[in-house]
């Protein structure tokens, strides 16, 4: 495990209640590899610490949640590697919505792409009125690779996810809670004092109660998997192509992006 300095995730406690932060907030709290990693075991270990009753998912600084995935970590992938990578992702995320504990999204800032995907694999979302959200992903010459695809139609209905998927728009607080995306928007400086607040009447709550609860949810959507298996295979097929490598050079070079459906 990497030194405190070096470290992409944080985990903090108050009393029953564990807050994981992003910590990369000069990439914006960009998802990279070493960040999946440190997640996965922190989340492992929180699972197993009886004391811990609610996990709050946060990122550092003001301005990020996480702000996607690490595109020049992207710009290399083929079809090969570009599904190692989806299924990381899907993993790592699935790891999350199914851990025995209810985990709060605490939206500080911008949620965009992976950023979102990993809000959508938590319990339930809380956004600062400064958050922003989406799965921009088609504007790369890709699709959300992390469960996305799956988890957003399941969220906000089918019509709604796929409109936001294919006109890549990021939508505000206001217009995401309308659309069922989080579940309450507050002040900035409200945020992780109100998440706290419900991280600790669910703590006063019966715990088995708690994890039955989760998991009679969790089965509910049982056919999820044959879905991130579809979403991997498209990904990982989007990886070998020339507008793949187009679009996240273009993003980079900060310019349009010039497709040619190759």
């Known amino acids: 495990m990497p030194d ?22 000069e990439a914006l709290n960009a998802l990279n590899a070493a960040m999946f990693d ?3 075991s922190e989340f492992k270990q929180l699972v197993s610490e009886p004391e811990v009753r609610v996990i709050l998912v946060t990122g550092a600084g003001e301005r990020a949640f996480a702000a996607g995935a690490d ?5 290399a992938t083929d ?13 790592v995320f699935r790891q999350i919505e199914r851990c025995n504990k209810p985990v709060i999204a605490c939206i500080n800032g911008v949620a965009l792409g992976g950023g979102c995907e990993l809000a959508l694999a938590c319990t339930m979302r809380i956004a600062s ?14 699709i ?17 996810a796929t409109r936001l998927m294919l006109t890549a728009q990021i939508v505000d607080a206001a ?3 309308r659309l069922g995306l989080v579940d309450e928007i507050v002040p900035a400086s409200e945020l992780m004092s109100r998440a706290l607040d419900i991280a600790e009447t ?22 999820i998997e044959t879905g991130f298996d579809g979403e991997a295979a498209v990904f990982s097929r989007l990886c070998g192509t020339a507008d793949k490598h187009e679009g996240l050079t273009a993003f980079l070079e900060k310019r349009p992006a010039q497709w040619q459906g190759k």
């Open 175 to 177: 217009e995401a809670l």
């Open 4 to 25: 405190s300095q070096a470290r992409t995730v944080l985990t903090t406690f108050d009393g029953a209640v564990a807050t994981v932060t992003l910590k990369r907030p």
């Open 144 to 160: 959300p690779g992390y469960g996305g695809t799956q988890r957003l139609p399941r969220l906000i209905g089918r019509s709604a």
């Open 129 to 142: 009125d400064k958050a922003k959200l989406g799965l921009p992903e088609v504007k790369l010459g890709l």
């Open 71 to 75: 595109i020049r970590g992207l710009l």
């Open 38 to 40: 440190e997640l996965e």
């Open 79 to 91: 079809a090969e590697s570009g599904r190692a990578v989806s299924l990381r992702g899907q993993e």
């Open 202 to 223: 669910i703590a006063t709550m019966a715990p088995l109660a708690i994890a039955g609860i989760l998991e009679a949810v969790s089965e509910s959507a049982n056919a």
